[in-house]
């Protein structure tokens, strides 16, 4: 059993970091612009993102809340030309762990977590794409891809539902920027052996034990010639299945 007063020192503290944090983002998405071309601007809040993400995890280490093992990410590492990261997504955290392990990539989220004071300035300076309206976040993704950027997109479109077993349905959404892009879907199997911060789990309800994550990159799949939408969705989903039917240790 986790000592509760850890938890609790460890909740502010994270606390503490991302009120700082936003704060200096709000300023550097003001600034960033004026300073440099705005693909310059959006590599370097990338960067910044990510070295954020990284202090994050390694107070979350600090204080014994979580670890997290990473297999193949060197293989995204390597990759050259527009790329879809493509994770399975438990739990609200997933985003942060793989954007700290791979350099350089943009990111489709909640169109409402643009509002959020803390998480608005990163997200802005990074050039993250909200998730609405659809027709706006398929065209800036295909965009992303097409100029040879990184683009994390979860399939599952949110956190997985418990009445959805390990995956929801994957969204439709993927399959076209895939097909208008021409990029590669990289699988990355996300399997933990807690629920905290899985889809109905509260912020304030803390863990009652360490937090486990496996990240396992999959193999590519590319959108055929001539393909259709819901068969390379149901064909991406069952690579997930499978990968997943052993839960992490």
């Known amino acids: 059993m986790l000592d509760r007063l850890r938890l609790i020192t460890a909740w502010f503290t994270s ?11 709000g300023l550097l998405c003001l600034l960033l612009p004026l300073l440099f071309c705005r693909d310059r601007a959006r590599a370097i809040g990338q960067w910044a993102v ?13 204080f014994d809340i979580v670890e997290c093992e990473y297999v193949g990410f060197e293989k995204l590492r390597i990759q ?15 985003a942060v762990f793989v954007l700290a392990e791979v350099d350089h990539m943009a990111c489709v989220l909640k169109a409402s977590l643009m509002c959020n004071p803390i998480l608005f300035g990163g997200a802005t300076a990074a050039g993250f794409i909200p998730n609405e309206p659809t ?3 398929l065209r800036q993704c295909i965009e992303t891809l097409k100029k040879g950027e990184r683009l994390l997109l979860f399939p599952e479109g949110t956190r997985t539902r418990p009445e959805h077993g390990r995956l929801n349905p994957f969204q ?3 399959a076209v920027v895939a097909k208008n892009s021409g990029a590669p879907v990289w699988p990355v199997y996300v ?15 803390l863990p009652t034990e360490k937090v486990r994550l496996r990240m396992t990159v999959g193999e590519p799949l590319r959108f055929p010639e001539q393909g259709e939408a819901q068969p390379f969705i149901d064909e991406l989903r069952q690579r997930y299945l499978l990968a997943l039917e052993s839960p992490a240790a």
């Open 15 to 25: 606390l503490l970091y991302w009120v700082i944090g936003g704060t200096g983002f």
């Open 50 to 62: 990510q070295m954020a993400f990284r202090g994050f995890l390694g107070v979350l280490r600090f």
């Open 80 to 94: 050259t030309g527009g790329i879809i990261v493509a994770p399975n997504h438990p739990a609200l955290w997933d």
């Open 135 to 137: 027709h706006k976040m």
């Open 172 to 174: 439709g959404g993927l």
């Open 191 to 205: 399997e933990t052996n807690s629920r905290y911060l899985n889809k109905g789990w509260s912020l304030w309800h």
